[in-house]
């Protein structure tokens, strides 16, 4: 042991040509101790294919991360779903061409039809502005105060397409955390209406509603931290380039959750090539119907029949609320019957 101190302390006080060899001698020494380093792999997350049965009779809710199908519903199931976060707006279920009149300030047994109202659908957008139902109250304080006006539903088709009818309703006070809403058939001037109370929960985007007979809260989303997509038919509006206006279309399509979920899309066939660092860079959008329909076209909209074409070539980034990002793009719109509202689409986690 004295010896190899001695050693290193005579090297190290010799030339500049003697350290160099020492410190030679000690890497060759050491490297000769030293087990032969492997190259590991670069993890690989492999991409998935997805079929989602049947948009036209159910809502499909559907997690990337775990890629499973974590809720489905018929689009009969709710007629309204109202916010669980700060805001106070009432949504329609446009899955089935819901559309809602604003009637003024008249108590329920007033209004009897719906002549005369106008008629608005919510935009797909999820923009505030553009729902149907808009401020049903004094939004400005904590607990709003509703404005007593009374709203005509039109409760939209099933999914054979027959008509549901219409009912009216009044969304009064908010208090306790909970909404409360009374309703009853357009036509009914006697009876007394039915009331539901219907409370808020942040774990949750929206509290659904259906206004089936007395109505009641049925469990349709999944909790905002568990899911990424929703597979639906909905309402938008489409231009007509004949008259150079835009008219409400029902699609079938994608939307994202509305909890800090954004996209982006790029369009130049480039799935494969998309990393997490160029992800990264892209421009998002929270448009709740940023993915919409978009991945396909219709070539015989208007004539009752046609056929869907995919647009492979464009790729979907989304980034949800924990900051992971998925890429995604559509394959097909049938099953193998050809039977079209089968969305399958190939989505992988970068």
């Given amino acids: 042991m004295m010896q190899e101190n001695k050693f290193y302390q005579n090297a190290i006080t010799h030339k500049p040509i003697e350290k160099a060899y020492f410190m030679l001698f000690l890497l060759f020494s050491l490297s000769a101790c030293l087990k032969e380093d492997k190259m590991l792999p670069k993890p690989q997350i492999n991409s998935v294919v997805t079929t989602i049965n049947d948009i036209k009779k159910q809502q499909v809710y559907y997690n990337l991360k775990d890629s499973s199908i974590v809720a489905t519903n018929n689009i009969t199931d709710w007629d309204l779903r109202f916010d669980c976060d700060e805001h ?23 209004i009897d039809n719906k002549n005369g109202l106008y008629f608005d659908f919510d935009y797909s957008t999820g923009s505030r502005d553009s729902n ?24 939209g088709q099933n999914e054979n ?18 909404y409360i809403i009374e309703f009853k058939d357009l036509a009914d001037v006697t009876s007394a209406p039915s009331v539901l109370v219907i409370p808020k929960n942040n774990e949750y985007n929206y509290t659904y509603i259906s206004l089936k007979d007395n109505g009641s809260i049925v469990n ?27 008219y409400p279309y029902q699609v079938g399509g994608c939307l994202i959750n509305p909890y800090q979920s954004e996209v982006a899309f790029d369009t130049t066939d480039r799935f494969q090539p998309i990393d997490i660092l160029e992800a990264q860079n892209m421009t998002y959008f929270k448009n709740w119907d940023i993915i919409g329909y978009g991945w ?22 989304l980034k949800n609320y924990k900051n992971e990002y998925f890429k995604i793009r559509f394959m097909d719109y049938y099953n193998t019957s050809r039977q079209s509202g089968y969305p399958k689409f190939e989505h992988q986690q970068l």
Wanted: charged residues 20%.
């Fill in 132 to 155: 149907a139902i808009k401020e049903w109250g004094d939004f400005s304080i904590v607990n709003p105060t509703s404005y007593n006006h009374t709203y005509v539903l039109f409760k």
């Fill in 296 to 317: 396909k076209s219709f070539s015989g909209i208007g004539s009752g029949s046609g056929e869907y074409t995919i647009y492979t070539n464009v790729t979907y980034t």
């Fill in 161 to 178: 397409g027959d008509s549901l009818g219409f009912v009216k309703f009044q969304l009064k006070d908010f208090s306790s955390n909970s």
């Fill in 220 to 246: 349709i989303e999944p909790k905002k931290t568990d899911w990424d997509l929703w597979f639906t038919l909905y309402t938008t509006y489409v231009y007509n380039f004949s008259d150079g206006l835009f």
């Fill in 88 to 110: 106070f707006n009432v949504w329609l279920n446009s899955a089935r061409i819901m559309y809602v009149a604003d009637a003024g300030i008249k108590s329920l047994n007033d």
